[in-house]
């Protein structure tokens, strides 16, 4: 079955940096649109990033661009989420997920995901 597995969360300070791995399996990685979400308690699950199959294309959530960078390696079924300057509020449980597509389009909405990994913690201390 699909599987997506965050890895890369931690306790940093604010200023720091950190770089998020989601690790693909059960799946075609190259079909997928993948996307990086987040979630603190009492909210709903939030957009942060995504990037079309082929790393042709990306977007980025308003309080995210300039500070963070998705990526992909479609050779090792992995995206990461290169996260710097971070600040207390992005402080977050941090999702990945996939979305299967015929095209370079790319989604923004949680429910253009098919598939979630369980989320990595990033907590950012002031």
């Known amino acids: 079955q699909v599987q997506l597995v965050e890895s890369g969360g931690g306790l940093v300070q604010a200023g720091d940096s950190l770089r998020l791995s989601c690790a693909a399996s059960?799946?075609?990685?190259?079909?997928?649109?993948m996307g990086w979400f987040r979630q603190t308690p009492g909210k709903e699950r939030a957009f942060v990033a995504a990037i079309s199959r082929s790393s042709g294309d990306t977007k980025y959530g308003d309080s995210v661009k300039g500070r963070f960078t998705i990526s992909r390696d479609n050779a090792k079924n992995t995206v990461y989420l290169q996260m710097n300057s971070l600040k207390p509020e992005d402080t977050a449980v941090y999702y990945c997920a996939a979305a299967f597509r015929t095209s370079q389009r790319i989604g923004v909405r949680r429910e253009d995901y098919d598939y979630w990994g369980r989320g990595t913690q990033v907590t950012v201390s002031s």
């Open positions: 059960g799946l075609t990685f190259s079909n997928y649109g």
